[in-house]
């Protein structure tokens, strides 16, 4: 009687187990699928932001050519770029998010205004880390801020692309 009374306790706990298991395996593969899904989102945002750049840039060059050879054609060329760059209504945002990544691997997130100057995110940086010596780093476009630097008393983070989020890298001098 023990015995079979060993024998059904062990199976229940085995099948308990198992049970067990396979729902951490499904929620990990439900963590790795939205991890995926949000990669896959940022990857097409860049790739936006990177296709935008480059028709910019390609409007540019076409207008600073035809101005070069003196056509008629410069009228044109920013209004093609105009109509493309339309749809993309851009929101008033109140305040950004920029999130700070130091040298040891912390990352702070720090609300700051629209209008605020990169000036003041390198001093909340600095007493942050504990040292005014830094500078920041965005990503793309990589751009370096620094005091050295007087842009940064007169780029504000709606100008940096850094609205309504944004990621900094603090780095020392």
Do not use: C, W
């Not at 600073?64 to 993309?88: F, I, M």
């Not at 205004?113 to 990169?118: A, G, I, R």
């Not at 005091?147 to 007169?154: A, I, L, N």
């Amino acid at each position: 009687m023990r015995e079979i009374a060993r024998r059904s306790g062990g199976k229940d706990a085995a099948d308990a187990k198992r049970k067990y298991e396979d729902k951490q395996m499904e929620l990990k593969l439900a963590k790795d699928r939205k991890d995926r899904e949000e990669d896959a989102r940022a990857k097409a945002a860049i790739k936006a932001k990177i296709d935008q750049d480059k028709r910019e840039r390609a409007a540019e060059a076409a207008a600073r050519q035809a101005k070069a050879a003196g056509n008629v054609a410069p009228s044109t060329a920013p209004a093609a770029a105009a109509t493309t760059a339309a749809p993309a209504e851009k929101k008033e945002y109140t305040q950004a998010l920029i999130q700070l990544r130091f040298p040891d691997g912390t990352v702070q997130k720090v609300k700051f205004s629209p209008t605020d100057t990169l000036d003041a995110v390198l001093e909340q940086a600095g007493m942050l880390f504990g040292d005014h010596n830094i500078s920041l780093v965005s990503n793309f476009p990589k751009k370096v801020y620094n005091k050295s630097e007087g842009d940064v008393q007169k780029v504000t983070l709606q100008q940096a692309d850094l609205v309504p989020t944004g990621t900094l890298i603090v780095s020392r001098r």
